[in-house]
């Protein structure tokens, strides 16, 4: 595999790592569905946010670490609850475009599907430099 090549799936990689994140959207949640997530960002009354992690539901109370300290909050003072989940549509056009992306890529660097020969005048320039520069009709 040449060194272009190697650049090219590596940049593709990381930019599939990078994306990721965006492939994720916030969703409002109620009291019985927050425990199936990792974090939750609840909105109090004062309209004040706190992140959630590991948030469970105990009879009516939402439980979990804010900053580090676990804490309890009433259902009474949660106004409004948000988690992040993953959203299917998103990633999938993610993997459609750059798989697209990549294939694209791939062609044009092994030169349209054409080998070294099909391309006529260039390999005698590849081959001797010297002669193109001397005469460049060759």
Not at 3 to 27: D, Q, Y
Not at 58 to 70: A, H, P, R, S
Request: aromatic share 6%.
């Amino acid at each position: 595999m040449n060194n272009l090549m190697l650049r090219v799936i590596s940049a593709f990689v990381a930019v599939v790592i990078l994306s990721a994140a965006g492939c994720k959207t916030m969703r409002p949640a109620n009291m019985t569905s927050v425990g199936t997530a990792h974090r939750a960002w609840v909105t109090l009354p004062n309209q004040t946010v706190v992140e959630v992690s590991g948030p469970k539901v105990i009879n009516d109370t939402l439980v979990g670490y804010v900053g580090g300290e676990f804490k309890e909050i009433p259902a009474s003072e949660v106004k409004q609850i948000r988690v992040k989940e993953w959203n299917r549509g998103k990633t999938a056009a993610l993997g459609v475009l750059g798989l697209a992306a990549f294939g694209a890529t791939a062609y044009a660097i092994t030169a349209g599907g054409k080998s070294a020969k099909d391309q006529g005048d260039n390999v005698t320039c590849v081959e001797n430099p010297d002669r193109c520069a001397t005469d460049p009709n060759q």
